[in-house]
């Protein structure tokens, strides 16, 4: 139980193209999702948290306008890179959470952006 | 807000020893603890997870305590098999705001 999908898993386009990334949850209904981006052998930095049906809450630092997050249902999430540049090449994962206490997130498999 | 310190950031152990890693957690009102396993291009995968009203938790080779006076908690590999090897996460969260900690590069060598 308690997986998450994303897609793509990897992802190589041009400079100034805008790349959407999904994140579903399969078996069970996902209150909130979050977003991270993971340098090479670095931590999961936070980059927003949504809840469905409400707008993202994006952490200290990253632009709401340039990372698109809709959190339409309860099962998917969704990452829209705008515009994406080749400092936006980083390996993005999402996760998943019922909301409940006690609970740990469930993540993706995670989608590696390449921009040329 | 929530701040996680995981130390140390690399370790490497022979096969067959143990491996401990620990972290501190800032806010006294964290409840919830897990850690996560993470191999090369993979997805982080919990491992194992303890609640805050507990102490100490096992399962198999793999155990975690917990010390809330001073906030912080341990995650115990015993027997470690080169299959050990891998990044290891530990997280501090209250509902739905989890914190991670920096994250351990595991080496287990045969």
């Known amino acids: 139980g308690a997986v998450v999908s994303q897609h793509p898993s990897w992802v190589i386009c041009k400079s100034g193209t805008s790349v959407k990334i999904e994140c579903r949850s399969l078996?069970?209904?996902?209150?909130?999702m979050f977003w991270y981006r993971q340098f090479p052998k670095q931590s999961l930095m936070l980059m927003a948290t949504s809840n469905e049906g409400s707008k993202a809450t994006y952490e200290q630092g990253v632009e709401k306008d340039k990372f698109l997050i809709n959190h339409a249902s309860l099962t998917l999430s969704t990452l829209t890179v705008t515009s994406a540049h080749p400092e936006d090449s980083s390996f993005y994962i999402c996760?998943?959470?019922?909301?409940?206490?006690?609970?740990?997130?469930?993540f993706g498999d995670g989608t590696r952006l390449s921009i040329l | 807000g929530e701040n996680v310190e995981q130390h140390p950031s690399t370790l490497s152990v022979q096969e067959g020893d143990s491996a401990v890693i620990k972290c501190t957690y800032s806010?006294?009102?964290?409840?919830?603890f897990p850690w996560y396993k993470q191999e090369l291009g993979k997805r982080p995968q919990l491992i194992i997870d303890?609640?805050?009203?507990?102490g100490e938790k096992k399962d198999q080779r793999i155990a975690v305590t917990l010390n809330k006076t001073a906030k912080h908690f341990s995650l115990h590999i015993t027997e470690t098999q080169p299959e050990d090897s891998a990044v290891y996460f530990c997280a501090a969260s209250i509902v739905a705001d989890m914190r991670f900690g920096a994250g351990t590069r595991l080496t287990v060598k045969p």
């Open positions: 303890i609640r805050s009203n507990v």
């Open positions: 078996d069970f209904q996902a209150t909130t």
């Open positions: 996760s998943a959470q019922t909301g409940r206490m006690y609970q740990p997130q469930h």
């Open positions: 806010d006294s009102a964290s409840n919830y």
